[in-house]
């Protein structure tokens, strides 16, 4: 009755465990063993907003052609470790996959599927042989199923002993006790069930010279690399990671050798409002500044954003977007700030946003926001998300150009500001290089000349108060014309055409991109073929408008409920609705590869029957 | 309305200090506030201050939120960099501006509403966190732009403009000030410049919060019968314990002290606080002491000014970073960007 999947590196294996028991090491050495073998992984975090004792997952994906989305659907491989969740985790295998379990509680009659087959390993009991003290028999449980995954899907054992020595870089007792732990599984599993089963896996070289990483661990760097001295931050997931990087990596590469003493300042403030207080005040005194938040910290920061934009101070933000409204789903993945982040504040206010999709993006827009917030005097706000931010990513490696400079954008120094010519004065807010970006000085620069007042409210091209209406509109119209300049500084679509001139289009952006390339072959394959556009900016560039203008029917595939990104091109591009066909999927979990080619389809099979520019 | 320039015109008498200044060097544009608001008396003690401290008025950023208080900076220290910013979040601005350059002195200009209604948790952590700077607040009771509301500085019992009695508890910025960690604070009242001058100068000479709470009567909404925040209220129910005078590094002490009844602090700079208390038992080091006296003043329906807690030397925000010596905005490329090797070793631990 079973009809075992059969695969050699293409599979999904998913392990459901007890947030709080120690698993999160032993599952990240089965990613790093599979990428180890050459193999392209994506393991995804699945847990709940919670410190101990409820269900998580973890789920990897392995494919040989580097398809890193999710595929959506059933998984081939359960790990099951945790009792609270042993019936969905049976339901969720499919037909023809596996199921490991932990036998020392054998698995119920009533949860027993015969399409499937059941592998019980007594990892509990064997552990309580092998170990003496509580702890360590908890956590080995961990490292002992990774061993019999090793026999089970043939992983070469040599990479997990490798791995071992390189992460407990010279304390020999715990590469031994986790040696040992391997060793557990590897062996009764070898020994019990033939081995391999019908999935296994091979050495390949697909990989290269990538390098696995999470998105807010590239993040924090490029503000390392970006010339970051102030983080004013406020805890909260997701984003939280973004900070302990950045501070974790200038511990370690920003300290002043022969005193210790630290390049950098780091505060916890008492409130998101503070946060991005402390990151204008610093930005504004010529410092580089960001902060890092998530969707309620977005809401709180918003007054701010309202008077950095207004008053012409670059900062830079990170947001690692969450599950929302309000609180929301704090650990699940979305793409639902576009709006809030675009047009953030009250008044006319439109923000500078940059969309990364890898980490490596993730390293260069955190990098290059400061040259962008400097050069535009304004906020630029990265909108990463939980998915990416909190997930290791296959990523290409990271690179740095040693003849770059920061480009600290038009600063006037003391000199510069005694070069002024007799009869005329340094003003703040005069657009002497029609590109609507205007000079500045910081505090304390020239003893006569350079001081003005930065304020909120409204105040003339020499930054003097005024509430003369004409007056008013003349710097409006210059903030919006120093935003178009935005549009040429910030990253560019990559836009894909193959050569061909279909007249359909798929425009998507930030993690979505992981699940484009298997979708448009699988769409391919049913003879549908798309040009395609990742978006990588805000505000639109005119390769935006041009993609979209020569296109009958463009797919704007996106994660929220409220087709957000259709909205800001609709908006901003005026842009005719009928033809801007929304694919949306926003339940908590990122995009599967089912939803972009099941929502395709579904349109494109109903076309005939209604032009409205939906579809489910 | 718009900006008015103040004239620059002055007496070629006008007396200088070390800098070659006038008192007129570090005035500000025209004050658009009502005639007679304390506020301006405020700004004119911070204008004497400077010019008495030879301070360089560009190396002063002058920060403030929202309100009639934090439209003062316009109207002092017109070649210092301001900055407006958002109501109740001057705190955190600062915070950030002070990270970016410790060299810079800043004051930050507040008022009641800005700092105990609206922005209370930002002053509460600012303080918290040792920030160095001088924290003045130009307290009345009263909004002013939005004319005359109750702020959450008003004494239970007073009596607002339009006749309504005040019932929540009025909060005392000084006593939380001196309870979340201030290491300089003092009380005065704009109309006492005697009083205040010292007071500012000793508080832009102190290294670490200085928080000074100043009774500022607003004179359109809040100088009633019935009002304790009006100049008659104050001018007969202020009582000041301590008086200081302020004595700056260089300067030849021409006056000794007098043993028994003045005492000298020295401060971090090396100039002086020199006190003369009229309560001999009263410790300027001890919290508890200011806390004590402040309630049993307020108690007997006085108000208690002066200064009331000094702690010279006490380490501030950037020594508990342990931030380096050079302002963080001075930083160069080279010092901060760790360069491709450093990035190439990175990479190979993400494998």
Known sequence: MINPIQSVNDFVIKFANVDGTGS????????????????????????????????????????????????????????????????????????????????????????????????????????????????QRMLFKNVAYIGALAALLDIDFEVFTGLL????????????????????GYVYAKKTFPCPLGIRMEKSDVVGDK?????????????????????????????????????????????????????????????????????????WNGARAFTATSGPGISLMSEFLGLAYFAEIPLVLINVQRGGPSTGMPTRTQQSDLLACAYASHGDTKHVLTFPANPKECFDFSADAFDLAERLQTPIIIMSDLELGMNDWLSEPLKWDDAKNYDRGKVLNAEQLDNIKEGEKFSRYLDVDNDGICYRTYPGTHSEKGAFFTRGTSRDRHALYTEDGDKYV??????????????????????????????????????????????????????????????????????????????????????????????????ELDCDPRKMIRILHYDGMAIPVQAVVGGILNHLGT????????AS | MTCIPKSKFHHPQLPVNELGLTYRDYEGSMSTLCAGCGHDSVGAAVVQACFELSLPAHRIAKLSGIGCSSKAPTYFLGKSHGFNSVHGRMPSVTTGANLANKDLIYLGMSGDGDSASIGLGQFAHVVRRKLNMSY???????????????????????????????????????????????????????????QLVPLIKGALSHQGFAFIDVMSPCVTFNNHQGSTKSYDYLRDHMESLISADFIPHKSEITVQSEPGVTQD????????????????????????????????????????????????????????????????????????CPGSDVLEELNKSFR
């Open chain 1, 24 to 135: 999160a090491s032993a599952k990240n050495l089965f990613a790093k063993a599979v990428f180890n073998m050459g193999v392209p992984v994506s393991p995804r975090n699945i847990f709940p907003s919670n410190i101990q004792g409820l269900p998580t997952w973890y789920e990897v994906r392995v494919n040989q052609k580097g398809y890193l989305g999710r595929r959506g659907g059933g998984v081939d491989i359960v790990v099951a470790m945790n009792p609270q969740s042993l019936a969905d985790d049976v339901a969720a295998v499919l037909p023809g996959g596996y199921f490991l379990y932990d036998s020392t509680n054998p698995l119920a009659k009533h949860l027993q599927r015969d399409d499937i087959q059941i592998i019980g390993i007594p990892f509990t009991e064997l552990c309580r042989q092998q170990f003496n003290n509580t702890k």
């Open chain 1, 211 to 283: 390098i696995l990483i999470d998105g807010n661990t590239a993040s924090g760097l490029g503000c390392v690399y970006g010339g970051a001295t102030v983080c004013g931050w406020y805890p909260i997931t997701p984003s939280t990671s973004v900070v302990e990087a950045y501070t974790r990596f200038s511990e370690r590469m920003r300290v002043e050798p022969a005193t210790g003493k630290k390049r950098f300042g780091i505060v916890q403030m008492e409130d998101e409002l503070a946060a991005i207080g402390v990151v204008i005040g610093a930005s």
């Open chain 2, 265 to 336: 602090i020295f401060m971090h700079d090396g100039s002086i606080m020199r006190l003369k208390a009229t309560d001999e038992s009263y410790d300027l080091s001890r919290r508890s002491n200011a806390l004590s006296a402040i309630q049993e003043h307020t108690e007997k329906g006085e108000v208690l000014t002066g200064l009331l807690y000094l702690e010279p030397g006490a380490s501030h925000l950037h020594e508990n970073l342990n931030t380096v010596d050079k302002p963080l905005n001075e930083l160069s490329y080279k010092e901060l």
């Open chain 1, 607 to 614: 076309e005939q029957g209604s032009k409205t520019g939906e």
């Open chain 1, 474 to 571: 003349d710097n409006m119209e210059r903030l919006i014309k120093k935003h178009r300049t935005a549009a040429t500084l910030i990253p560019s679509p990559i836009i894909n055409t193959d050569n061909a001139q279909h007249k359909m289009g798929v425009v998507y952006y930030g993690t979505t991109e992981n699940v484009i390339p298997e979708s448009l072959d699988k769409l391919q394959k049913q003879g549908f073929n798309f040009n395609s556009m990742r978006l990588r900016g805000y505000p639109f560039s005119d390769e935006v408008a041009d993609f979209i203008d020569s296109h009958e029917t463009l797919f704007v595939i996106e994660q929220n409920r409220d087709a957000q990104m259709r909205i800001l091109l609709i908006n």
């Open chain 1, 165 to 184: 020595s390189k992460q407990f870089n010279g304390k020999e007792h715990l590469v031994t006790a986790n040696t040992t732990a391997l060793e557990l």
């Open chain 2, 136 to 194: 003045i607040v130009a307290n009345n009771g009263a909004y002013g732009l939005t004319k005359g509301q109750a702020s959450a500085t008003a004494d239970r019992g007073s009596i607002m403009k339009g006749g309504k009695e005040v019932t929540d508890e009025g909060i005392d910025l000084v006593s939380l000030a001196l309870s979340m960690g201030a290491t300089y604070v003092a009380r005065s009242f704009s109309g006492d410049k005697e």
